[in-house]
C-alpha cells in the first residue's frame, strides 16, 4: 500500500504561482512513476505531469513553460511549482503514484485561480 498526501493548494490572482506538494509513504521502493493530474469542475480528470525515479519527465502539452515537476527521492515527495496561472487551470489537484498493476491516489488539493 501506498499513502499519498497533498498540499500547497489555495486560492491564487491570474499571474501568480504556486506549488503543491505530494508526500508519499507506505511501500514506496515499489514505485516506478509519480505525477499530477487535475480536474476542473464538470471536467474529466487529465493529466498534468509525471516524472520517474530517475528525472524523466513528461508534460500536457498546453501546460508546458508554466509548470515543472520535480521530485526528492530522499523525502519521498513531488513537487509542482505552477507559475503564471490562468483562471482555467482551477482544479482539484491530485497526486498519482504508480506500482506494476496497481495505481494510487490522493484526495487532492484545490488550486482556484481568480481573474
Known amino acids: 500500500q501506498v499513502q499519498l498526501v497533498e498540499s500547497g493548494g489555495g486560492l491564487v490572482q491570474a499571474g501568480g504561482s504556486l506549488r503543491l506538494s505530494c508526500a508519499a509513504s507506505?511501500?514506496?521502493?515499489?514505485?516506478?512513476?509519480m505525477g499530477w493530474y487535475r480536474q476542473a469542475p464538470g471536467k474529466q480528470r487529465e493529466l498534468v505531469a509525471t516524472i520517474t525515479p530517475g528525472g524523466t519527465t513528461r508534460y500536457a502539452d498546453s501546460l508546458k513553460g508554466r509548470f515543472t515537476i520535480s521530485r526528492d527521492n530522499a523525502k519521498n515527495t513531488v513537487y509542482l511549482q505552477m507559475n503564471s496561472l490562468k483562471p482555467e487551470d482551477t482544479a482539484v489537484y491530485y497526486c498519482?503514484?504508480?506500482?506494476?498493476?496497481?495505481?494510487?491516489w490522493g484526495k487532492g488539493t484545490l488550486v482556484t485561480v481568480s481573474s
Open positions: 498519482y503514484a504508480a506500482e506494476i498493476g496497481r495505481g494510487y
Open positions: 507506505g511501500s514506496i521502493f515499489s514505485i516506478y512513476i
